[in-house]
Nanobody, 120 residues
Framework: QVHLEESGGGLVQAGGSLELSCEVS????????MGWYRQVPGKQRELVAS???????DYADNVKGRFTISRDYGMKLVYLQMKSLRPEDTAVYYC??????????????WGHGTQVTVSS
């Protein structure tokens, strides 16, 4: 069983900053990638940023230059630093982790989400 715990959401004014954290625990053999996704009511969950075990990152076009994803060396913690926040960044942000719980069993798990609200 893999557990993801997010923290750091909240209310911030437009132009402000927030940092989200996600800690992964449980039966983990190897983490392949971790990412942050967000979802607003009535829309599909969308990728915000991801990082793989090699350190390569990927960002949605609308957050490039404003958001930075980082992780600890053991890939048990991942962060999302968000700057120059806009009202359209308002969403529930979810942490995702993909990897192996043993050499033959894959996992693809989600946290419960943390609300980010950006006021104009």
């Amino acid at each position: 069983q893999v557990h993801l715990e997010e923290s750091g959401g909240g209310l911030v004014q437009a132009g402000g900053s927030l940092e989200l954290s996600c800690e992964v625990s449980g039966s983990i053999f190897r983490i392949v990638a971790m990412g942050w996704y967000r979802q607003v009511p009535g829309k599909q969950r969308e990728l915000v940023a991801s990082v793989n075990s090699g350190g390569s990152t990927d960002y949605a076009d609308n957050v490039k230059g404003r958001f930075t994803i980082s992780r600890d060396y053991g890939m048990k913690l991942v962060y999302l630093q968000m700057k120059s926040l806009r009202p359209e960044d308002t969403a529930v942000y979810y942490c995702n982790a993909r990897g192996y719980s043993d050499p033959f069993s894959v996992f693809d798990d989600w946290g419960h989400g943390t609300q980010v609200t950006v006021s104009s």
